[in-house]
């Protein structure tokens, strides 16, 4: 298996994949949440750091953990990004009523018979920061690690949920045909395995392509990826795309589009091609056009991009806590915040309704039996909608409206793959939403 620390190029997938199951750490037993605390392990401290402490370019060990730790916070220090305006407004005020129980609040973990509390799943789970807030309040706040309320923090594959926001929107406005062949939007697609795939079936990630993203191949086509994706110089002897657009081109069909979910990066990227050929608008533009510096943002969020700027529409996002708090809360109230519509509400109706559960139920994620995906959102088995951005490594934006409830967690996990952590969050989560409820 290729360890992900081996190569800088493979830093825009690591950042994509919402639920891989590749390992992005040392092949021991990891240090705890509290012995590889940025600060405990003394990275980039000092002026300048001791060489032992660095963690920069040209190394391209960045990504793997302990150092991942500091790097989540520190994106825009390795690699160029784009800015995601929030505009020159003042930023709205988010109110609190702290509740100090939540702390003890207890639960089973999935497959475990010791109960757990709230606070020691954030250990657990590497949680670097999470907010939670309950009937428009922030009931609880906690950050940690790298990352303070001055910090931004590496979204990962919560992008695409972002991306998808924005299609969804335009499809709702009639600005965008989701049954509309991508062939007939991104001509430079017609010949590729997406130009007979309609734009839903990219949305919810059904698309049948010639793709793989198997780490323990080394000649799986998400190496060519990486190195199209890469905003570094190409070698000399290169002849291989440049870049997302140019990468997309090349892919091919395998199949028949819309029978089975399957999570692949390059749909949101070429999602991203049609929200642009679309609107003529970059995705980081329209990001920061209808949603960022209408939200009352406090800080401005970053996209990685591509050679040739192009932003990285599948896991590019590095933004703070209570902005991402905002994006929950309007999901939320479908669309609404600070007594400003945004988007219709019929956007968030149609994420609520979830995809094809049966079309979901192929792809094998045995932690979400009985949930789907739509429009590049997470939705689970509940009697009652709730859905969720994710991302690796256990970025989430958890959207409960039955308990009017939303968290946000930033962590750093030593291993990429979700599927390690929702046996303890999924339960810790449904555990709040049952005691904010009672309350």
């Given at each position: 298996?290729?360890?992900?620390?081996?190569?800088?190029?493979?830093?825009?997938?690591?950042?994509a994949?919402?639920?891989a199951?590749?390992?992005?750490?040392?092949?021991?037993?990891?240090l705890?949440a509290q012995?590889?605390?940025?600060?405990?392990?003394?990275?980039?401290?000092?002026f300048?750091p001791?060489?032992?402490?660095l963690?920069?370019?040209?190394?391209?060990?960045?990504f793997?953990?302990?150092?991942?730790?500091?790097t989540?916070?520190?994106?825009?220090?390795?690699?160029?990004?784009?800015?995601?305006?929030r505009?020159?407004?003042?930023?709205s005020?988010?109110?609190?009523?702290?509740?100090?129980?939540?702390?003890?609040i207890?639960?089973?973990?999935?497959?475990?018979?010791?109960?757990?509390?709230?606070?020691q799943?954030l250990?657990?789970?590497?949680?670097?920061?999470?907010?939670?807030?309950?009937?428009?309040?922030?009931?609880?706040?906690?950050?940690?690690?790298c990352?303070?309320?001055?910090?931004?923090h590496?979204?990962?594959?919560m992008?695409?949920?972002?991306?998808?926001?924005?299609?969804?929107?335009?499809?709702?406005?009639?600005?965008?045909?989701?049954?509309?062949?991508?062939?007939?939007?991104?001509?430079?697609?017609?010949?590729?395995?997406?130009?007979?795939?309609?734009v839903?079936?990219?949305?919810?990630?059904?698309?049948?392509?010639?793709?793989s993203?198997?780490?323990?191949?080394?000649?799986?086509?998400?190496?060519?990826?990486?190195?199209?994706?890469s905003?570094?110089?190409?070698?000399k002897?290169?002849t291989?795309?440049?870049?997302?657009?140019?990468?997309?081109?090349?892919?091919?069909?395998?199949?028949?589009?819309?029978?089975?979910f399957?999570?692949?990066?390059?749909n949101s990227?070429?999602?991203?091609?049609?929200?642009?050929?679309t609107?003529?608008?970059?995705?980081?533009?329209?990001?920061?056009?209808?949603?960022?510096?209408?939200?009352?943002?406090?800080?401005?969020?970053?996209?990685?991009?591509?050679?040739?700027?192009?932003?990285?529409?599948?896991g590019g996002?590095?933004?703070g806590?209570?902005?991402m708090?905002?994006?929950?809360?309007?999901?939320?109230n479908?669309?609404?915040?600070?007594?400003?519509?945004?988007?219709?509400?019929?956007?968030?109706?149609?994420?609520?309704?979830?995809?094809?559960?049966?079309v979901?139920?192929?792809?094998?994620?045995?932690?979400?039996?009985?949930?789907?995906y739509?429009?590049?959102w997470?939705?689970?088995?509940?009697?009652?909608?709730?859905?969720a951005a994710?991302?690796?490594h256990?970025?989430?934006?958890?959207v409960?409206?039955?308990?009017?409830?939303?968290?946000?967690?930033?962590?750093?996990y030593?291993?990429?793959?979700?599927?390690?952590?929702?046996?303890?969050s999924?339960?810790?989560?449904?555990?709040?939403a049952?005691?904010l409820?009672?309350?």
């Amino acid at each position: 298996m290729r360890p992900l620390h081996q190569s800088f190029a493979l830093l825009p997938l690591t950042l994509a994949l919402g639920l891989a199951t590749v390992s992005a750490h040392a092949e021991n037993t990891p240090l705890t949440a509290q012995q590889s605390d940025p600060q405990v392990m003394g990275w980039m401290q000092g002026f300048p750091p001791p060489k032992e402490k660095l963690i920069s370019q040209p190394e391209s060990d960045f990504f793997s953990f302990p150092k991942l730790r500091w790097t989540v916070c520190h994106i825009r220090e390795l690699m160029p990004t784009s800015e995601v305006s929030r505009g020159i407004g003042a930023p709205s005020k988010l109110d609190y009523a702290l509740d100090k129980n939540i702390d003890a609040i207890t639960f089973t973990p999935t497959g475990s018979k010791q109960k757990m509390t709230w606070r020691q799943s954030l250990d657990a789970n590497y949680t670097d920061g999470i907010m939670v807030m309950h009937h428009g309040k922030v009931v609880y706040e906690r950050q940690n690690g790298c990352l303070n309320e001055l910090g931004n923090h590496a979204a990962m594959s919560m992008t695409k949920s972002l991306t998808g926001l924005l299609a969804e929107t335009l499809v709702i406005e009639g600005k965008l045909n989701d049954k509309a062949l991508v062939g007939t939007i991104i001509p430079e697609l017609k010949n590729s395995g997406f130009g007979d795939a309609t734009v839903r079936q990219v949305m919810d990630m059904t698309t049948a392509l010639d793709y793989s993203e198997d780490y323990a191949d080394p000649d799986a086509d998400i190496w060519q990826y990486s190195a199209a994706a890469s905003p570094l110089p190409k070698a000399k002897d290169y002849t291989g795309p440049n870049g997302y657009f140019e990468y997309l081109q090349t892919v091919k069909k395998k199949g028949t589009h819309g029978v089975a979910f399957n999570y692949r990066t390059i749909n949101s990227d070429a999602l991203g091609w049609i929200i642009s050929r679309t609107t003529g608008k970059a995705v980081d533009e329209l990001l920061s056009e209808r949603i960022w510096q209408k939200i009352g943002a406090e800080q401005s969020a970053y996209m990685t991009v591509d050679a040739k700027g192009t932003p990285f529409a599948g896991g590019g996002v590095s933004a703070g806590l209570h902005d991402m708090a905002r994006i929950g809360s309007l999901m939320l109230n479908k669309g609404e915040i600070n007594g400003q519509r945004l988007f219709p509400a019929a956007v968030v109706d149609s994420i609520e309704a979830g995809g094809d559960k049966k079309v979901f139920a192929k792809s094998g994620y045995d932690q979400l039996k009985n949930g789907s995906y739509k429009s590049m959102w997470w939705l689970f088995n509940n009697p009652t909608p709730i859905y969720a951005a994710r991302g690796v490594h256990g970025q989430t934006v958890y959207v409960d409206p039955a308990a009017d409830m939303v968290i946000v967690r930033f962590a750093s996990y030593p291993e990429a793959g979700n599927g390690k952590i929702d046996p303890t969050s999924l339960p810790a989560y449904s555990a709040l939403a049952n005691y904010l409820i009672k309350k």
